[in-house]
């Protein structure tokens, strides 16, 4: 068999050169599209859900959410581990899935159970299954920078202009927005007029809930032509809160600056990012898929964030501190150096 092939090498050059060339081609491809990284993933599956519930004491936590969820969760397929954590106003389970599980499918068990039981606990709660991502998945990391925008404005830029859309980057799970403020409209009520005039404080929340939203009204024909009707009842300026109607006991009704004080605010604030330890600063945290080539992904938010600079106002860029493929670049090159001086 061996003399056959052999025979066969030399009676058809050309054939094995172009074989040859192919392979070559294709083991060239290989190694420019290996996905290289500097930190070996070795998480299992896992599937992680947070719980966000204002006010409560981690004693309420753990009875109200935590145990109901560990246990419509138990008797799951493949499942290793359960593991919970139960603090002020936050519950965080994390399961473990065998070696090898999709985590697609993982997630998919853990949603159905999840939505199974999310109606038996308490109201008021939000959150969910957290980015599909490993405790490795701090990806890369940014400032916005501006000498003419306040921390609140920049906070809004994150939030609404670049996170957005570096979130359409294939690859990224997530993308945290961290520091600055959060506007938020606030009011707040004075208990001295609300009971001269007979206002209640359901009232006044009722008032804010019904009266902030657009609504449809039909069209208008005229001839082959329609015009749509809509009315715009969003709450957009805190003159708009200020001239809401709100009822009394005696049936009439008042306007909101009568009984409470509308102003901007901001989120409470539970922590802050600083910048070379001078100033505050409004940073991004890219967090990238499990299983994601690092490389490619740093190299695809890079260009992302290009284009996201030339849109961004005049004076206002974003500054990368930090980086995947710095360290991806480093391991390389010590694996490198290591590789030549044995190979001398």
Known sequence: MLSYIVKLSLSQRLLVALISM?????????MLSLPIDAFPDISPTQVKIIIKSPGMTPAEVESLITQPIEVELLGIPRKTILRSLSKYALSSITLDFEEGTD???ARQQVAERLSAVWGNLPAGIGGGLA??????GDMFMFTVESEELSLEQKRFLLDWTIRPALRTVPGVADVNALGGFVKTYEVSPQLGKMRALGVSNAALVDTLA???KNDGAGR???GEESMLVRIEGALTTIA???SLQIPTQAGEKVRLDQVATVTNGSLTRYGAVTSDGESEAVQGLVIGLRGVNARELITNINSKLEEINATLP???STRVFHERSVLIEGAI?????????QWR
């Open 314 to 316: 005049e004076g206002t």
């Open 220 to 222: 208008i024909s005229q």
């Open 210 to 212: 019904a009266n902030n």
């Open 333 to 341: 090159g010590t694996v490198a150096k290591r590789c030549l001086r």
């Open 103 to 105: 985590i697609y499918w």
């Open 22 to 30: 192919l392979v070559i081609g294709f083991g060239v491809r290989a």
């Open 131 to 136: 980015p599909m991502s490993t405790p490795l």
């Open 240 to 242: 708009d809160i200020e």
